[in-house]
């Protein structure tokens, strides 16, 4: 089984702080690496996904992937009350998902 | 309003009982899956299918059953085999040519 590791939460953030997740992955050969945001009781929703080494930015949100360290992260700045939630990191491969155990993140205003 | 709709949103099982969980899709998409999610624990897949009548066990697939009769239509059977079944249960789909799997509201079973 592939293996998705997430840096533990929770992670408090003052408002307009960036907050800044972290994900490693076992699978060398992944290619595909997706960024979920759930809130409590609902079900994910996708924010980014990232398939090359670098950065990419949308919005509010850079996701960087870092294929040679098997790591990607997820930045969020500007954080706003409304990004309190648990933010899943998820690597895809033979058309599968990959779930790490999820990072929550609240912001303090 | 194109989508995927899971029902019930709540589902309550008694001891020994089997349950089916419905997911329906409209998208036109040909993958649909599904996944547990247990308190402060990530998605893991039951079982996914990737064109009709045709579909593969997951990490965890013990105690469950699904069919693909249709390509909207991917219900989960959950069997009094699966002994501890309380979870949140999501349903997932992939558009054809696509990575990235878009989610159903999901289902809340809870065990009497």
């Known amino acids: 089984q592939k293996e998705v590791e997430q840096n533990s939460g929770p992670l408090s953030v003052p408002e307009g702080a960036i907050a800044s997740l972290n994900c490693t992955y076992s699978?060398?050969?992944?290619?595909?690496f997706f960024w979920y945001r759930q809130y409590s009781g609902k079900s994910p929703e996708l924010i980014m996904s990232i398939y090359s080494n670098g950065d990419k930015e949308d919005g509010r949100f850079t996701a960087q992937l870092n294929k040679a360290s098997q790591y990607v992260s997820l930045l969020i700045r500007d954080s706003q009350p409304s990004d309190s939630a648990t933010y899943l990191c998820a690597v895809n491969g033979d058309y599968k998902l990959s779930f790490g155990a999820g990072t929550t993140v609240t912001v303090r205003a | 309003d194109g989508g995927i709709t899971q029902s019930p949103k709540y589902l309550f099982r008694k001891e020994g009982q089997n349950v089916t969980l419905s997911c329906e899709q409209n998208?036109?998409?040909?993958?649909m899956y599904w996944y547990r999610q247990d308190p402060g624990q990530g998605l893991r897949l039951i079982y996914y299918s990737q064109i009709v009548n045709d579909f593969q066990k997951g990490d965890i697939a013990e105690g469950y059953s699904v069919s693909r009769e249709k390509k909207e239509s991917f219900p989960l059977t959950v069997t009094s085999a699966q002994k501890n079944p309380t979870a949140f249960y999501l349903c997932?789909?992939?558009?054809?040519?696509?990575?990235?799997?878009?989610f159903g509201p999901g289902t809340r079973l809870l065990v009497l």
């Open positions: 998208l036109n998409h040909d993958a």
């Open positions: 699978d060398r050969g992944s290619q595909s």
């Open positions: 997932a789909s992939l558009p054809s040519g696509s990575e990235t799997q878009y």
